[in-house]
């Protein structure tokens, strides 16, 4: 009897130790859990298509190399994907979404923007590389929708937030 024991402890031992030391690795995680991961070395996953044999296109995951500060071996929740209007099926990501008011209604909902910081945080920076701060342009969906969609698409980006001031271009010699 004790010989049986010991070999069940031993496989729920490391079945334990297995699972506490999971490694996210993006290229081999399946496609509905893609994008929107970050790997555990800290780098955002990505969803990008391939053509296979056969001429099918297919998908798959992929490190990118962004890395995300601590936040590090997570995964996306479904309430998360839902509450911020993003889709799993996503290949690449692009900030053109921001121009998109039903999906910035979304994203700066508290449920989205408060309660999901991988998403949010994904976006903040996607719209910092457009020139734009989405606090500000949050702030404009809430208050102004008409004039927040008026500067992004006047500027090619929203340049401050709100009540922000700036220094004139310097003029030709």
């Not at 729920?12 to 081999?28: E, K, N, P, Q, R």
């Not at 449920?111 to 949050?138: M, S, T, V, W």
């Amino acid at each position: 009897m004790a010989s049986f024991k010991t070999p069940l402890l031993l496989l729920l031992f490391s079945l334990f130790l297995h699972t506490t030391l999971a490694m996210i690795v993006c290229d081999v995680l399946p496609k509905e859990t893609c994008a929107f991961s970050i790997a555990s070395s800290g780098k955002r996953c990505l969803l990008e298509t391939y053509l296979a044999r056969g001429g099918n296109v297919e998908y798959q995951c992929r490190t990118s190399d962004v890395v995300v500060q601590g936040m590090a071996g997570y995964v996306e929740t479904n309430v998360c994907v839902a509450a911020c209007g993003v889709d799993r099926n996503s290949v690449g990501i692009s900030s053109d979404a921001l121009l998109e008011p039903q999906f910035t209604n979304k994203l700066c909902s508290s449920a989205c923007y408060q309660k999901c910081p991988n998403i949010a945080d994904l976006y903040f920076n996607l719209a910092a590389g457009e020139g734009a701060f989405l606090p500000a342009l949050c702030e404009l969906q809430r208050t102004n929708p008409q004039r927040r969609m008026i500067e992004l698409l006047s500027s090619g980006g929203f340049l401050g937030g709100l009540g922000a001031t700036y220094a004139p271009a310097p003029s030709p010699q």
